[in-house]
């Protein structure tokens, strides 16, 4: 494993490659994930292997019980596999101490949640800075990006606002815009439109659809076909393992986009 250089990190992911070479956000070889529930074994993920691209949109799907929410938590470094490796860049995972795996948290992942996660005392401006916080970068310069992000998801005039104070939809533009304070490998996003109605759900896949053509490299685990469909790629599991990796055209992603507008347009004459 390399060492975790703490000091230029944000910039890391997205120096440029040769032109015949792939770049990859995060590479899954053979992974497993097994918990111990009452003297019984339970194999949530079975040898599960892809890689994603940097620059790469993909959706996660599976039943109840696929693995999703356990490929979810590794993937965001929050457990390490039992078995397998798991790289982002040139480290992987499952050799990593706990310390750095807290440190690979906050400094190359933007975590997006479906209940916001928000810390209510904070303001927008604020909110946004929290992953720099840990990391004792609170100065002018940090200051300025994160008045640009909020600026860039369209909350350029609620940046004194708290979160009581904002939509449902807001709140889940503050914590994108969180997400990318610290330039990570990839945003990694957990049923982000699961509290949204049909037309806010519309402006976040909207600014997923913009950071990714920007060059952002989004996972986005979801239960919902219409946000699937959004992706470049939708991975399937099922029963712990890999089902199916398939690439979604263009010609369907258009599609999911005109139905989502439809479905705000009906929504919205029928107010």
Avoid: W
Avoid at 25 to 51: N, Q
Avoid at 140 to 148: C, P
Avoid at 192 to 214: M, Q, R, V, W, Y
Avoid at 220 to 225: F, K, L, R, Y
């Amino acid at each position: 494993m390399s060492n975790i250089d703490p000091h230029g990190l944000a910039n890391q992911s997205h120096v440029a490659a040769p032109a015949d070479s792939k770049v990859f956000a995060t590479s899954i070889r053979d992974l497993t994930k097994e918990y111990v529930l009452k003297s019984e074994t339970v194999k949530a993920l079975r040898g599960v292997s892809f890689d994603v691209q940097e620059g790469d949109y993909v959706a996660i799907m599976g039943p109840s019980g696929s693995g999703k929410s356990t490929l979810l938590n590794l993937l965001g470094c929050l457990d390490k596999p039992t078995s397998g490796s798991l790289y982002l860049g040139d480290d992987d995972i499952a050799e990593m101490t706990d310390d750095q795996l807290a440190e690979i948290r906050s400094m190359r992942i933007g975590f997006v949640f479906q209940s916001y996660n928000l810390i209510q005392q904070l303001s927008v401006v604020e909110n946004i800075q929290v992953p720099l916080y840990y990391q004792g970068k609170l100065g002018s310069d940090e200051k300025r990006r994160a008045v640009e992000l909020a600026e860039r998801v369209g909350l350029g005039d609620r940046l004194s606002h708290r979160p009581a104070q904002l939509s449902g939809g807001q709140q889940q533009r503050v914590a994108i815009a969180r997400s990318l304070v610290n330039d990570p490998f990839f945003v990694l996003a957990d049923e982000p439109t699961g509290n949204l109605d049909s037309a806010t759900t519309e402006e976040i896949l909207a600014i997923f659809d913009e950071l990714n053509s920007d060059g952002r490299t989004i996972i986005i685990v979801t239960h919902e076909d219409h946000v699937a469909d959004r992706a470049k790629r939708i991975i399937l599991l099922k029963d712990g393992m890999l089902h199916s990796d398939e690439k979604v055209s263009e010609e369907r992603r258009d599609a999911a986009r005109f139905a989502q507008r439809q479905a705000v347009k009906e929504l919205l004459a029928k107010q």
